[in-house]
């Protein structure tokens, strides 16, 4: 059990030797020009690295790099201190005269703590400075000792990109060097190994090779269009979640796709999301919205059934719904965030005292999916409430809502970090985020207790008191939204899903046109015994049908000839190489059966 914060990462080491190096390429970027040519504005640690902003009188490429870098390390082994210190607003002016962009942040400290990209700060902060050689920068730090520190072999400039000065495109269009450093060289070798797996793996590249979906210009941004094989992925994925479902109690509703505006202005929706809600339909002066959430639609349904009593809680309602959200078109991006979105949605109407007992089945429930999936090595993040307006204001239902989330999550053993400004608007959540194969993290499931909305929406039960009483909901996604979580898998997997999931299970490769009969009386048997085969009867040669086959990362490729037609028998090859030698069809389709109750 725990109840511990994760360490920010603005509190690690990693974190200052990255913004360390960030200083060190500033001055080492302006050194390449004259004195007073460059302007400078920030250059902040990002999650995978660091990057800086500059105002520059000529356009650099990744040419330039290699002089940058050889500069860079130059410094380093200088071993320069970084020294700190505390200056009044006119001593910042003074130092920055001549650098716009610095005389703008400073500005808006000395107005009253306004940050680098120009939010609002809690208090007024201190206005300082970090030098190193002949370097001074406008900074809150932390860094390293000195340049030293820095492992001048683990650093890497890795792109320029263009960006406006505090994001707003009316401003003066930047150029951003993005870099990156490591501990230790291996670290730095690992991180570019990773990077360049994660280029093959991409499920936007892999999505078009493998023809399992595509974006078209003519139908819109953020909509994805599945061809038969991504279909058929689909359909696979969110069979296996709903058979699951089912088996832990769970019943499945559906609700439509249209919902009346003042739903969600009953529910606290529309204050929190009505910027991403499609525009309203209006129908004799109703309007409506594509539904951008279950959560008020379920609740409804609860109502509309009627009265209930405690006698017939939990109830646990699951629907697959297609939902819709006007991401900005900058913001889509492939399957991991689109306009129109799948969601394996539950709610859970239960009593206060059932509260931990549901909380136990969805996270059995999780866990085995999961596992399905082959995401072994996941954490959970009990996402609270933070500072701002975007919270329902009821203290006492939230505080009941954090404790009863903490007590299930302690009841069950599981490790945890918080994270405050994390929480749906309503209640707190444990998100479950897994790592991939590359180690990337990816929330995917999430448990949220809410003690807000069924009370706002009118839900009520009869009690043993036979009194009314508010229902507890407790809402749960398991694999979050199909096409993001398709997303995940492709580039988890590289696009070779295991045998239970692949759209193309086996495909029969006759060597000739001769064997094309039994081919097709080979693929008809596998078919009755329920596995997806396709036959290649095309005209191209047999070691082109393999090349393709593998390429398309089929499991099993079954060549036919001569051979194989006399004895009633197969030639298996696997996606892996593997050459099992020629075997009855009843073999093989034990091979089959063994790899998928195995999950290979």
């Known amino acids: 059990m725990s109840d511990k914060k994760e360490i920010p990462y603005i509190e690690s080491e990693l974190y200052r030797i990255r913004h360390s190096a960030a200083h060190v390429m500033a001055q080492a970027v302006m050194e390449q020009f004259e004195p007073g040519e460059v302007k400078i504005a920030i250059g902040p640690p990002i999650e995978d690295g660091f990057y800086y902003d500059f105002q520059l009188p000529r356009q650099l490429t990744p040419e330039d790099f290699p002089v940058i870098e050889k500069r860079m390390r130059q410094i380093i082994a200088a071993k320069h201190k970084f020294e700190k210190r505390v200056v009044s607003a006119e001593e910042a002016q003074k130092e920055f005269n001549g650098q716009p962009f610095k005389l703008e942040l400073i500005e808006g400290l000395a107005a009253g703590g306004i940050d680098e990209n120009g939010e609002p700060l809690k208090e007024k902060p201190e206005i300082s400075f970090y030098t190193h050689d002949v370097f001074t920068d406008l900074c809150r730090g932390p860094h390293v000792e000195h340049t030293g520190q820095i492992n001048p072999s683990a650093i890497k400039l890795m792109s320029i990109a263009g960006a406006y000065w505090r ?54 941004p953020g909509i994805p269009l599945f061809t038969p094989k991504g279909e058929m992925l689909r359909h696979l994925m969110e069979d296996y979640v709903r058979e699951t479902q089912t088996r832990y109690g769970y019943e ?27 525009p309203p339909m209006v129908d004799e002066n109703v309007s409506f919205r594509l539904k951008p959430m279950n959560c008020p639609s379920h609740m409804t349904l609860y109502k509309e059934m009627g009265r209930h009593s405690y006698r017939e809680l939990p109830l646990r309602f699951a629907e697959f719904a297609t939902l819709y959200r006007y991401e900005k078109s900058g913001e889509v991006s492939g399957l991991t965030r689109v306009r129109a979105l799948t969601q394996d949605d539950c709610h859970t109407f239960c009593t206060p005292d059932q509260i931990q007992q549901e909380f136990s089945l969805s996270l059995q429930l999780i866990r085995e999916v999961l596992e399905r999936y ?49 929480a749906a608007f309503y209640g707190p959540k444990a998100d ?5 194969v590359l180690g990337r993290e990816w929330q995917l499931s999430t448990i949220q207790v809410d003690f807000i909305q069924p009370a706002r929406l009118g839900l009520a039960y009869i009690g043993e008191d036979n009194q ?23 580039e988890h997997f590289a696009g070779a899903f295991p045998v239970w999931l692949a759209p193309e299970q086996v495909m029969v490769i006759p060597i000739a046109d001769r064997h094309n009969e039994y081919a097709a009386q080979v693929a008809a048997q596998l078919r009755a015994e329920g596995l ?4 290649d009867d095309s005209s191209d040669r047999m070691n082109a049908k393999i090349r393709d086959a593998q390429k398309q990362k089929i499991p099993y490729m079954l060549v036919v000839g001569d051979a194989e037609q006399e004895a009633g028998q197969v030639a298996p090859r696997l996606r892996s190489g593997e050459n099992p030698g020629a075997m009855p069809v009843a073999e093989f389709l034990a091979l089959v059966r063994k790899d998928i109750a195995e999950g290979n």
């Not at 933070?386 to 204001?393: F, L």
């Not at 997806?532 to 036959?535: M, P």
């Open 167 to 220: 994001g707003d495109e009316n401003n003066p269009q930047l150029t951003r060097i993005y870099g990156t450093a490591f501990k230790s060289p291996k670290e730095l070798e690992e991180y570019l190994w990773r990077l360049e797996e994660a280029k093959k793996r991409d499920h936007r590249k892999l999505g078009k090779e493998l023809g399992l979906f595509y974006f078209s210009d003519d139908i819109g």
């Open 252 to 278: 499945h509703v559906w609700t439509g796709h249209l919902v009346k505006e003042d739903l969600y202005k009953k529910s606290g929706h529309y204050d929190n999301y009505a910027d991403v809600m499609f």
């Open 374 to 422: 082959r995401f072994s090595d996941y954490k959970v993040r009990l996402s609270l409430r933070g500072e701002g307006g975007k919270y329902v204001n009821d203290p006492e239902k939230w505080d009941l809502a954090e404790a009863a989330l903490r007590a299930a999550l302690d009841a069950n053993r599981v490790e945890y970090f918080e994270a405050e400004g994390e």
């Open 432 to 436: 479950f985020i897994a790592r991939d």
């Open 468 to 490: 009314e009483h508010t229902p507890v909901v407790l809402h749960r996604a398991v694999t979050g939204t199909t096409e993001r979580f398709l997303g995940v898998i492709i």
């Open 532 to 535: 997806r085969v396709r036959v």
